[in-house]
Structures are given as C-alpha cells and as structure tokens.
C-alpha cells in the first residue's frame, strides 16, 4: 500500500508555469512507474506524464516539450514541472504510483488556466 498527497495546483495565466509534487507515503526507490493523469470537465482521465524506477520517461503528446516529470527517491517525492501552460492543460491533475500490478492515487489538485 501507499497513500499519494499531490500539491502545487492553482490558478495560472496563459504562459505561465507550476510545479506539482506527489508526496509518498513511503519509499518509492522500488515503486515501478509513477507519474500523472489528468481529467478535465466532461472528458476521460489521460495520461500527462510517467516515471520508472530507472528514470525512463513518458509523455503525452500534448506536453512534450513543455513539461518535466523527475522524481527524488531521497524525498519520496515526484514533481511536475509545467510550462508554458495551455487553457487546455486546465484539468484536475492525479499523481499515480504502479506497483505489483495495483495501482495507487492521490486524492488529485485542480490547475487553472484562464486569464
């Protein structure tokens, strides 16, 4: 089991960046994959960004280039550098941890685009 706490959501203008970070409630070192969905208004949870264990990334096409997803094993942590956001990047974003074939989220954090 582990338990996700997401932070780093809010309100942005067009343009403008946010980090989020994913707090794991215990070591992630051997978690397989981690990273970040998203779900907006009326529309199915995709995938923004994922992380292996080995560094090996993954995004969606919609934010290649303008978004970074690391992780520090030493704080338990992933983050979500976002940049140059996107009135479509406005969603509600879930942090997800892949381990043994279960699958864990956090409780999600709203990012805002809008001017």
Not at 31 to 60: C, D, F, H
Not at 72 to 96: F, G, I, R, W
Request: aromatic content about 10%.
């Amino acid at each position: 089991q582990v338990q996700l706490v997401e932070s780093g959501g809010g309100l942005v203008q067009p343009g403008g960046s946010l980090r989020l970070s994913c707090v794991a409630s215990r070591s992630i070192s051997s978690i397989y994959a981690m990273g970040w969905y998203r779900q907006a208004p009326g529309k199915q949870r995709e995938l923004v960004a994922q992380i292996t264990s080995g560094g090996r990334t993954n995004y969606a096409d919609s934010v290649k280039g303008r978004f970074t997803i690391s992780r520090d094993n030493a704080k338990n942590t992933v983050y979500l550098q976002m940049n140059s956001l996107e009135p479509d990047d406005t969603a509600v974003y879930y942090c997800h941890a892949v381990q043994g074939g279960s699958w864990y989220w956090g409780q999600g954090t709203q990012v805002t685009v809008s001017s």
